[in-house]
C-alpha cells in the first residue's frame, strides 16, 4: 500500500522489496482465507497500543470509507458482515485482494523485487545505504512496512527490529497478541472442536479491563477463538500475567442475578427434571457433563440440588475460571502487540524523528487491533500516509 500510494502520488523509480519469496502470504491466510479487509464501523477503542487520538489521526488520512474506495477502484467489490462490521470481498477471496494489490504495483513505476531480505539501513549525507542480501541499494527515502513477529514462517520475522535498535531507535517489547491461550484444565480439552457463544471477561488486580461477548474455541490444549484471542494478550505479557485472571460466562446476556433466578424457577416448576437435561436446553451436552461432573455428580434431578451445589453451579455458569498455563506465541498469533511508539514518529507524515527520509508503516509500530479488519486498517493508513509523505519529502 506504501509503495501504491508513492506510486498514486507520481513517484518515480520506487523500489518494493520483500524477503518473503511469496509476499503477501499473510493477506492469504487472513480472515479465514477471506480477507477482513477492515471495519465499516471503527471503534478507535479497539486498537491498543497508542493512544485513541494520535491513531485517529493516522487513519483519518486513509479512513475504512476511503480504503473501500481503493479496493473497488482496484477492481474489488466489498461486502459488510454483521454483527461486527467486517469488511470482506464479495468474492470471499483473499486472493482477490492480493490480486487487486499486485495489478495496482503494476501500474506505477514500481520495481517490485523479491524474495531480496533487507540486512542493515545507514544514512550517508541525505541518502540511505540499505545492504541486503541481494546487493545494495541507495534511495533518498525508505519506508519500512515490515511487520512484526508473528507467523515468522510468512517472510515477518522481526530482523528489522534489532537494525532498528542498533540505530538507537526505541522499540516497545514485542509480544504475542490475538494468540490461543493454553489451560491445565484437562476436562476442557476433551471438549476439542466444539464452539459456544460466552461472555469473556479478564480481570487485571480484581478489575475489569476486558468484557466481550463472542465465540470461544475448545482446543486440544486451551481455547482459541476470536473471544479468546482478544482477551490473550493480558496472557503474554509475564507481569500482567501474574495479576490477570480469565473468566467465561456461558449464558453471556444473563448476569449471576438472572441465572440464580431461573434455577431457582426451574427447581420449583420441574424439580425431577435431571440436571443434564435442564443444562443441555441451554447448552452443548459435552459441556453440560463437564459442569456436571465439576459438581462432583454423575447426574441428579434439580429438586435434589444441595444449597451449596447451586451456587457452584451458578458460578460455574457464569464465572467459569480456566487455568490458564500458557499461549502459542508468536507461532499462532495474528498480531506483534509492541513497536516502535509514537514517541519516535511524526504522526503528520510517518517518518522517524531522529532519521529524516526513514518512515515506517504497520505492524512495526506499537499499534494493534481487535479481531474485525482492525489491523489491516492501521497496515493501509499508515503505510498510505507513509507513501504519500515520502513523495513530498523527496519534492520538497
Ligand atoms: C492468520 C492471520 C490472519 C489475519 N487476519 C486478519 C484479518 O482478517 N484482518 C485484519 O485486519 N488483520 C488480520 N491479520 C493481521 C494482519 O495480517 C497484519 O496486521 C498485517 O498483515 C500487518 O501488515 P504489515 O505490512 O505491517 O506486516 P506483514 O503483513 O507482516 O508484512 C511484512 C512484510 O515484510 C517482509 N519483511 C520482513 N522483514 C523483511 C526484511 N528484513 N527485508 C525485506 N522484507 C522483509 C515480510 O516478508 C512481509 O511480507 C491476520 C494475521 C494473521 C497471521
Not at 479487509?37 to 487513519?59: C, L, P, Y
Not at 441428579?300 to 490458564?324: M, V, Y
Request: hydrophobic fraction near 40%; include cysteine; aromatic fraction near 8%.
Amino acid at each position: 500500500m506504501a509503495a501504491i500510494s508513492a506510486g498514486r502520488a507520481g513517484a518515480k523509480n520506487v523500489l518494493l522489496l520483500d524477503a518473503s519469496e511469496r509476499p503477501g502470504t499473510k493477506i492469504l491466510m487472513s480472515g479465514g482465507g477471506r480477507c477482513n479487509i477492515t471495519n465499516a464501523e471503527m471503534d478507535f477503542r479497539n486498537f491498543r497500543g497508542e493512544s485513541v487520538n494520535g491513531i485517529k489521526k493516522v487513519i483519518l488520512q486513509f479512513p475504512p470509507d476511503k480504503v473501500v474506495d481503493f479496493f473497488i477502484s482496484a477492481g474489488v467489490k466489498t461486502k459488510v458482515e454483521e454483527p461486527w462490521n467486517k469488511v470482506f470481498p464479495v468474492s470471499d477471496s483473499a486472493s482477490n485482494v492480493l490480486n487487486s494489490l499486485l495489478a495496482e504495483v503494476r501500474k506505477y513505476d514500481i520495481s517490485f523485487k523479491y524474495p531480496v531480505k533487507l540486512n542493515s539501513l545507514s544514512q550517508v549525507g541525505s541518502i540511505w545505504e540499505c545492504e541486503t542480501d541481494k546487493g545494495s541499494f541507495s534511495s533518498e527515502t525508505v519506508i519500512l512496512a515490515t511487520g512484526g513477529f508473528s507467523y515468522p514462517h510468512t517472510g515477518s520475522d522481526g530482523s528489522i527490529w534489532t537494525v532498528l535498535r542498533n540505530m538507537g531507535v526505541t522499540l516497545v517489547q514485542p509480544r504475542a497478541a490475538l494468540t490461543p491461550l493454553k489451560c491445565s484444565d484437562h476436562d476442557l480439552h476433551a471438549l476439542s472442536g466444539l464452539t459456544v457463544w460466552c461472555r469473556i471477561k479478564v480481570r487485571e488486580n480484581g478489575k475489569e479491563v476486558f468484557n466481550h461477548e463472542n465465540s470461544l474455541l475448545f482446543t486440544h490444549d486451551g481455547l482459541s477463538g476470536p473471544g479468546i484471542l482478544n482477551a490473550s494478550e493480558w496472557f503474554t505479557d509475564q507481569k500482567l500475567r501474574k495479576v490477570t485472571e480469565l473468566t467465561i460466562g456461558f449464558f453471556p446476556e444473563e448476569n449471576e442475578n438472572e441465572v440464580r433466578e431461573w434455577l431457582t424457577d426451574e427447581i420449583k416448576n420441574n424439580p425431577t427434571i435431571k440436571l443434564s437435561k435442564l443444562l443441555r436446553t441451554k447448552l452443548p451436552d459435552r459441556l453440560a457433563a463437564v459442569l456436571i461432573n465439576r459438581l462432583d455428580f454423575t447426574d441428579i434431578s434439580i429438586g435434589q440440588l444441595p444449597r451449596e451445589k447451586r451456587n457452584k453451579l451458578i458460578a460455574l455458569l457464569t464465572d467459569f475460571k480456566p487455568d490458564i498455563s500458557g499461549h502459542s506465541g508468536f507461532k499462532k498469533a495474528e498480531v506483534t502487540a509492541g513497536g516502535v511508539p509514537f514517541s519516535e514518529i511524526n504522526l503528520a507524515t510517518m517518518e522517524v524523528k531522529q532519521f529524516p527520509g526513514l518512515f515506517l508503516a504497520g505492524e512495526i509500530i506499537n499499534v494493534h487491533g481487535i479481531i474485525g479488519g482492525y489491523n489491516f486498517q492501521w497496515a493501509w493508513s499508515s503505510g498510505w500516509l507513509a507513501g504519500k509523505s515520502s513523495l513530498t519529502k523527496i519534492k520538497g
